[in-house]
Nanobody, 124 residues
Framework: QIQLEESGGGSVQTGGSLRLSCVAS?????????VGWFRQAPGKERKGLAT????????YWSAPGKGRFTISQDVGAKTVYLQLTALEPEDTAVYYC????????????????WGQGTQVTVSS
């Protein structure tokens, strides 16, 4: 089992940036866990943004964040980051960190562990 805690959300204006952090309760780099970032806006389905696999493989889901969002990892701090840039009002959502193992990293249902989420609000 693994616990995840997100932080770093907030309110920014269009064009602004934020860095989200996801601290894991155990090492994911040297494990079988892949860690991904997702977001969910009110009334909309949850969408995958980016996933980092064991040993640091980077995987970006298709739009909405491709080209503007960057996933990275601090192995020693057991933290996965999501850098958000060029934010738009359409990026307003709750952003979640999730971890899974043994499944399809491109399927949200194959992430067994989820954080509580962090709110990102972008104003025009």
């Amino acid at each position: 089992q693994i616990q995840l805690e997100e932080s770093g959300g907030g309110s920014v204006q269009t064009g602004g940036s934020l860095r989200l952090s996801c601290v894991a309760s155990k090492d994911t780099y040297n494990s079988d866990y892949y860690v991904g970032w997702f977001r969910q806006a009110p009334g909309k389905e949850r969408k995958g943004l980016a996933t980092i696999t064991p040993r640091g493989g980077l995987n970006y889901w298709s739009a909405p964040g491709k080209g503007r969002f960057t996933i990275s990892q601090d192995v020693g701090a057991k933290t996965v980051y999501l850098q958000l840039t060029a934010l738009e009002p359409e990026d307003t959502a709750v952003y979640y960190c999730a971890a899974g193992s043994g499944g399809n990293l491109w399927s949200a249902s194959d992430y067994q562990y989820w954080g509580q989420g962090t709110q990102v609000t972008v104003s025009s």
